[in-house]
């Protein structure tokens, strides 16, 4: 087993980790990018653009079939990527981490299979929260044309926090899967997956957990949260765009039929007849994005030289700082006052359009994401068409706050 952890973690910089971030230091419209959009996407260390030029510079060959020296170098380190993802949310086994495009293709990859496992009868029951993401509702009612299952909302409450005694009472014996978010993109609200999970365990129901927006900002304990599924992607936690993970206990993916066939995920193919490979090559058909699983492993290495909880605690100074200082905004409002609360934070102004908003501070070089975020049912439950949202990471400043909230003030100005 490799040891990819560090014995001795790097001390927590700011300025140093900012150096890291080649795009950091670019100008945007003439001013230094302030980036405020990293729910959206995190931007990369040079260390994962250094791995990713390497493989296409060096390394490139393709995997698990050619016996020479470059396709074995190539494999060795897609398979390396996979065991640095196991140790990073402490699966029980390698074999256990799914290589797919993001968390929308594992959350689509889980649907569809538990379904052609007939792990569905019709009328049976899925729960969800109602702050999801798009990715974690659309797949169940896509599935619906192949069996009737019934979508159940958790409701949550102004602050944005689930409400646990209504999510009891929503479990029947119709129940099959609870699919939930870990942080919500949009609300910044960390949902308490451990208990979510406690609770349908007792009734001897699996949880599939979206951490798309966990992953990094938290350190992830699958084998401690018990979850039956976890996914997220790689592009947001500081890796390549076009990969991620689906996290899935052995027993259900060895009951899950192939997603997708054709090369790589078999053992044997007659006209006849096809036998699939083990786990995790079954679910990984065809060529996959080798160069993205290496730049994820990167990745991980580069939050590996730090202490998580670091991290976390210092994304959490942010948090507050930007609370603090946004509320000083007159007319503004923050949509999601959850008390365990990661840095995301959704707001809407009186009277003034969150496109104007972001349009306006982008010239200033300000990137904030504006819209309904993929959760259009947060939008309806809070009777607004749509927020600005900005979201940090440990390479954002209390200065890139200071100059958010001068560009809003400017915004203020502009439309008094
Ligand atoms: C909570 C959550 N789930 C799922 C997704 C989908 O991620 P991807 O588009 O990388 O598949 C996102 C992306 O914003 C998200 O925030």
Redesign the pocket.
């Given at each position: 087993m490799i040891n990819t952890i560090p014995d001795t973690k790097k001390k927590f910089n700011v300025e140093d980790v900012r150096k890291d971030f080649p795009i950091l230091k670019r100008l945007v419209n003439g001013k230094p990018l302030v980036y405020l959009d990293n729910?959206?996407t995190s931007q990369k260390p040079q260390a994962v653009i250094a791995a990713l030029n390497q493989y296409y510079t060096f390394d490139n060959a393709n995997i698990h079939r050619g016996l020479y020296f470059l396709s074995e170098l190539a494999t060795d380190q897609y398979e390396t990527a996979r065991l640095k993802v196991k140790e990073f949310i402490n699966a029980l086994s390698a074999s256990e981490i799914i290589f797919v495009?993001?968390?929308?293709?594992a959350i689509n990859l889980v649907a569809s299979t538990l379904c052609r496992a007939k792990f569905f009868n019709s009328g049976d029951e899925v729960i969800i929260t109602h702050m999801e993401?798009h990715?974690?509702i659309v797949p169940w009612q896509l599935i619906t044309d192949r069996k009737q299952i019934k979508l159940k909302v958790i409701p949550i409450n102004d602050a944005g926090e689930v409400d646990l005694d209504a999510y009891q009472s929503l479990i029947t014996e119709k129940t099959k899967l609870v699919s939930v978010?870990h942080?919500?993109?949009t609300l910044g609200t960390i949902n308490p997956v451990k208990k979510i999970i406690e609770i349908a365990h007792s009734k001897g129901i699996p949880v599939l957990v979206?951490g798309?927006?966990s992953v990094p900002h938290l350190k992830v304990d699958v084998q401690e949260l018990d979850a039956d599924f976890y996914v997220f992607?790689g592009?947001?936690v500081f890796g390549p765009t076009g990969v991620?993970v689906l996290y899935g206990k052995t027993e259900f993916l060895e009951m899950m039929p192939p997603y997708q066939g054709g090369g790589s995920m078999i053992r044997t193919v007659t006209f006849e007849k096809t036998t699939f490979d083990d786990l995790p090559g079954k679910f990984e058909a065809g060529t996959p994005n080798i160069a993205g699983a290496i730049g994820l492993g990167a990745a991980i290495d580069y939050m590996n030289q730090f202490d998580r909880n670091e991290l976390t605690d210092y994304e959490n100074t942010l948090l507050i700082y930007a609370t603090e200082k946004l509320l000083g905004v007159e007319g503004l409002k923050i949509i999601g006052n959850a008390k365990d609360k990661a840095s995301v934070i959704s707001f809407v102004i009186d009277g003034i359009h969150p496109y104007d908003i972001g349009t306006i501070i982008d010239t200033d070089g300000i990137a904030i994401r504006t819209g309904h975020h993929?959760t259009q049912p947060i939008m309806d439950r809070f009777k607004i068409p749509a927020t600005s949202r900005a979201s940090f990471s440990f390479y954002n400043t209390k200065e890139e706050i200071d100059k958010l909230v001068m560009g809003l003030i400017k915004v203020k100005k502009m439309f008094a």
């Open positions: 729910a959206a495009r993001g968390a929308t293709e993401h990715a974690n978010l942080i919500s993109n979206d798309a927006q992607s592009h947001k991620g993929c």
